[in-house]
């Protein structure tokens, strides 16, 4: 597959602000315990186009019910939705502005905002509030103008907590926190440049120096196609690095989805029947766990004839994979998965129940195939329905649809893709007008381009263009410059932290994530006061990582500095202890010496007095 020629790929990016919540004035800030629990039930309602919307009705169907958690000082009765909204907040509603204004967009005469249909209970009122900031921006990336379809003002999701029983519990921190939304134009061509257009997006917002940072701040949704196939979205990723892997592997998915069509076709294969027959008689004495799990809980085992279907659920050494979209689809009605007849054999179900179950469904075609569920029968038979639906849909080619991002950078049906029928205008905050001369004042004032950041931390703390732009990409440059500011000549061993020994520690497993920069800025006062050795650094910043305070680290590692006079003592024990190499050396005995010399102080001296006072010791020896 020719992938930079056939993908068509779109991102937005959800960025959330460094300020009070949008629509209170609620502090913004993730909480470890919640309290209360309001329960809910919601109900998809019509947008402005008088229908009610598919996505939507796909969550109500699953007749969830949910349960709020309140959180001290950063939720309150308008999260809730038992209070009306305030605001929007100012500073974040000046964000917004900004960052369309560094994106060359038109903004908007007047700022409305909507209210969009969510009724996975996510928002507490059955939807979301989003207003339109600005259109027809762009981005450079790589020489090529990206454009910018839409940068949108909206309030974050609540948090799920947990899932069971048909319920789900959220915690109201999140709810509300301001939201930038920047949508990209179907523009991006291959998986690599839809990461570097995230990238670029993303050191855009951070030049605002009014986005929020670390694991969830930030989202990208893939919006992603092939010629012959339709757009999908992938909701939700997180992991930049990861962003190649999405795109590639959906438009192989696509790809696979079009190769099922036109074998289908080619057969003559029409929609299958949805209509299922009960078969638990069949497989009363099987041996597979997971049907003697749910005949254990008085569950039936349900089947359905698929005529044509043979082969493409998964054949061509796993190539075709029809079946696994089925079973995804099948999951979203709350069974654990199906069966069907390209992979049995297996899993404990036997050939005598596969061979009854043909003559059972009368399958007397090549082609001929079946799927089975065991469930309690309600759930079975919703389940097998949803997963002829789909691959009915497998005649048609590629269904529009929304899916969850996996840790394998795959995909797995989340619901369908929802359309405009889910806005309509929120009554409860007034429109807002944006003057031309508030507008001139923030392109007086504009932030500082990644760009020309770099040029001034190579101009400014003598680091290469390399490294000046590594430090930015990767969102370091405001802490690099803090930590140059207040302690002197400490920008190399900064940039190397940071550039280098960040990455080694992920690659032994750390997580350096649970680092805060205060953490780092204590770390580099100690360093800066000869606390400890530059070269005990990255132990340090692991033991921190691990939860140790930082104050506490040197004395825990046994790496507290030692003064002048301790270090000579133990340099000297070492030299002395190879008195006979280092006679027959002379000076060039310090080079070999340095290993031991390092491993016995243990980053309790920095490098460059260890090298002096070594050279002093063996002077001293040899006369």
């Not at 075609?365 to 309600?378: K, S, T, V, Y």
């Not at 002197?488 to 020994?501: E, G, Q, V």
């Amino acid at each position: 597959m020719k992938d930079a020629q056939e993908i068509v790929c779109g991102i937005e990016i959800h960025q959330q602000l460094s300020t009070r919540k949008l629509f209170c004035s609620c502090e913004s800030r993730l909480c470890d315990e919640g309290e209360g629990a309001y329960f809910r039930k919601l109900r998809p309602t019509t947008g402005e186009s008088g229908e009610i919307d598919r996505a939507a009705l796909a969550q109500y169907n699953k007749g969830m019910g949910f349960r709020y958690q309140m959180a001290e000082d950063v939720s309150c009765l308008v999260d809730l939705d038992e209070e009306p909204p305030s605001g929007p907040d100012p500073e974040a509603l000046e964000t917004a502005l900004v960052f369309s204004e560094m994106l060359h967009a038109k903004i908007a005469d007047e700022i409305h905002f909507m209210r969009k249909v969510v009724v996975d209970g996510s928002n507490t009122g059955g939807y979301q509030r989003s207003a339109l900031i600005s259109t027809g921006g762009w981005v450079e990336v790589n020489g090529r103008r990206i454009s910018i379809l839409s940068v949108c003002l909206e309030e974050d999701a609540a948090r799920k907590i947990e899932e069971k029983d048909g319920e789900i519990t959220f915690r109201l921190d999140r709810l509300g926190i301001p939201l930038i939304e920047v949508a990209t134009g179907p523009d991006i061509r291959s998986p690599e440049e839809a990461m570097e257009t995230a990238l670029r997006i993303g050191t855009l917002l951070r030049a605002t120096k009014r986005v929020k940072r670390g694991i969830g701040t930030i989202r990208e949704d893939l919006n992603i196609s092939i010629p012959g196939g339709a757009r999908v979205e992938l909701k939700g990723a997180q992991e930049l690095r990861m962003l190649p892997d999405y795109v590639a592997n959906e438009a192989k998915r696509q790809k696979m989805l079009l190769t099922i069509k036109d074998i289908l076709i080619q057969r003559g294969t029409e929609p299958a029947d949805t209509g299922t027959e009960d078969v638990t008689d069949i497989f009363a004495g099987s041996e597979s766990k997971v049907i003697k799990g749910a005949l254990s809980s008085k569950g039936k085992v349900l089947a359905v004839r698929l005529p044509g279907f043979a082969g493409v659920m998964n054949g061509d050494g796993g190539n075709l994979r029809l079946g696994a979209e089925m079973a995804q689809r099948a999951r979203s009605h709350g069974v654990k998965g199906i069966f069907h007849s390209d992979e049995l054999p297996a899993y404990g179900i036997e050939q005598r129940c596969v061979d009854d179950l043909i003559g059972r469904l009368g399958m007397n075609g090549a082609n001929d195939a079946f799927a089975i569920c065991a469930a309690p029968e309600r759930k079975a038979r919703s389940a097998l329905t949803a997963a002829v639906e789909r691959a009915n849909e497998a005649l048609t080619g590629v269904p529009e649809e929304t899916r969850d991002p996996l840790p394998d950078g795959t995909s797995k049906y989340s619901r369908p893709l929802p359309g405009a029928s889910r806005m309509y205008p929120e009554t409860d905050v007034p429109p807002i007008g944006i003057t031309d001369s508030r507008l001139d004042h923030i392109r007086a004032d504009l932030p500082e381009l990644p760009e020309e950041t770099e040029e001034r931390l190579i101009r400014e703390h003598g680091v290469n263009r390399q490294q000046a732009r590594q430090l930015v990409r990767q969102d370091f440059s405001e802490l690099f410059e803090r930590i140059c500011s207040a302690y002197s000549d400490m920008s190399a061993a900064a940039a190397t932290t940071f550039l280098n020994t960040y990455s080694e520690l992920e690659r032994s497993g750390v997580d350096t994530s649970r680092i805060s920069e205060e953490d780092i800025m204590a770390a580099f006062s100690m360093l800066s006061e000869s606390k400890f050795a530059k070269e005990a650094l990255p132990e340090i910043l692991k033991e921190i990582a691990a939860g140790t305070p930082p104050e506490k680290a040197p004395a825990k590692l046994g790496l507290e500095s030692v003064d002048d006079s301790e270090a000579q003592r133990i340099i000297e024990s070492v030299v002395k202890e190879r008195e006979e190499f280092v006679r027959s050396k002379g000076k060039a005995a310090a080079g070999p010496l340095m290993g031991p010399v390092m491993e016995s102080l243990r980053g309790k001296v920095d490098g460059k007095k260890a090298s002096r006072l070594l050279s002093e010791a063996i002077e001293k020896l040899i006369g």
